[in-house]
């Protein structure tokens, strides 16, 4: 069977599924009857499967819904379930999961070396479950230089899109934001696209019409489910090579525990198209490596654990896309929004916007405001005591709402070209290990950050934009108020409201797009398989050098889809020679 009449059939298999998916599950019900789906302590202490997938995130539950239609599959998930948490679902309750702290919460929370608040998921669907749920694709020009096959890139965004991506309704401040940017010069308007181009569009979004976030666990409807186990609370603990009488490292299984501590062994079939796949994300991805033995020889002995390979690249160039944010307070009223517009710079830098008194939680939790969150909390990190975050609500309680309503009015550059590295603090799977971002160490991002300070000063003097600001408010105040919010553990400077490269550096925040640790061409090859080493790949963002278009998400899902595809092609071609 040739490839393409293959790739058809593939297709045409899922897209029937998925349409069973809409005609039986509408976004106000409850969770999909996943009955591939369980808890980790389920699990045989011995098993045995086609595929191992480490990490059911966002580029790991397309991977496995593809890869089951022709093997069969485990889907590893560290984390539990986003259906029926409407801390996930709601689009009015964005932020709340990020500020949960507890041991349950689908965020785990992380600081990096540079002192920047930051998170990563802990939940089957991954970043997925928790980001603003901005949909848009990476450039045809970065399509170009990661070597993908386009035909089939835009095959696997379609494949995605099918499910969670949605055309957002456009309200006043969005509206205002768009028309400010036009003002602004980011020209040409592209109307509402996917697509990467110069200019100001509107994205797409992982929310429906009715505020209900669709995420990459949904995609798992295309999934054959006879081919297909999803274990959830299954923390990772190393992958299992064979060496002897080998002239490399031979992956063949990986011991995970369960949520009561219990350890599990899954091993691959035999047969040399069998692989275990690497999906955990940018910090998870490289940890598993080196946690395996894969990874800095130095690093890995001054923690005893036994060397399988010197990968000297493991978790080296980490970058995170800094963001800086300036809150603009309205006179009006303004609706609930997200991220709906971007204006695409020709400097690089990217604008986008998000908007409502409630934004990020309701009023309990004061969105950005949150004490908890950690972005324009009015309590210091360091001082985040159970004591103090009550004593802040209680006090942020008592004033008058119209103190919180506006909108944040963002920039983050393209690239990064500044990278850092990771390194493991110890050996549980379970805790962050170190990560360093070295935020604007390359005066290229620096300058890439003044030029879009510029742009969000233009659209907020603009004529469009004129109804949601207050006409006293210079640019040096707002930025005032957001170089004196504890926004990051970094020390501020008296000069930070005058001096945008001083503001870009004192206020700088995350946006979640990290990325990095296991990147092609370093750790792993073009078709994502880790040098070095037989039977194993990573398929993440981890392999990603810089982050595509201005939001990863949907390149993300796209490449689990991509490579799902590919890898069964090669299946299918080995099996036929064999």
Known sequence: MGFGLWRLMLYVVSFSGILLFHHGFCSSQQAPNYSFTRQATSAPPISYY?????????????????????????????????????????????????????????????????????????????????????????????????????????ESYRWVEEVVAFQPPMKQWQSAVRDGLLEAGVHPYNGFTYDHIVGTKVGGTIFDGEGRRHTAADLLRYANPDGLTVMLHASVHKIVFRTK?????????????????????????????????????????????????????????????????????????????????????????????????????????????????????????????????????TVPPKQRSPEAIAQAIEAMEALDPTAFRGGFILEKIMGPISTGHLHLRNRNPNENPSITFNYFNEPEDLARCVDGLRVIESVIQSTAFSPFRYGDQSLPVLLNMTAHAPVNLLPRHDNSSTSLEQFCRDTVMTIWHYHGGCQVGRVVDSDYRVRGVDALRVVDGSTFIYSPGTNPQATVMMLGRYMGVRILEERIERLKNN
């Open 50 to 154: 086609d595929y191992i997938i480490i990490g059911g995130g966002t580029a790991g539950c397309p991977l496995a819904a593809t890869l089951s239609q022709n093997a069969t599959v485990l889907l590893l998930e560290r984390g539990g379930s986003p259906y029926g948490n409407p801390n996930i679902t709601d689009l009015s309750a964005f932020g709340r999961s990020l500020a949960d702290l507890s041991s349950s919460s689908p965020s785990q929370r992380f600081i990096s070396e540079d002192g920047v608040i930051n998170a990563r998921a802990r939940v089957l669907g991954g970043g997925s479950c928790l980001n603003a749920g901005f949909y848009t694709r990476a450039a045809a020009q970065y399509v170009a230089d990661a070597g993908w096959e386009g035909g089939l890139v835009n």
């Open 245 to 377: 009488g080998k002239n490399r490292p031979l992956a063949h299984g990986v011991i995970f525990r369960d949520a009561l501590g219990h350890k599990h062994r899954a091993y691959l079939n035999s047969g040399t198209h069998n692989e275990i796949i690497v999906s955990a994300g940018a910090l998870g991805s490289p940890q598993i490596l080196m946690l395996s033995g894969i990874g800095p020889m130095d690093h890995l002995k001054s923690l005893n654990i036994t060397l399988v390979l010197d990968h000297p690249f493991v978790g080296q160039g980490m970058s995170d896309n800094p963001m800086n944010a300036i809150f603009v307070p309205s006179p009006i009223p303004v609706e609930v929004s997200l991220i709906q517009v971007v204006g695409i710079t020709t400097s690089g830098s990217y604008i986008e916007a998000a908007s409502g008194e409630n934004f990020a939680g309701g009023v309990s939790d004061f969105g950005m405001f949150s004490p908890k969150i950690g972005q324009l909390s």
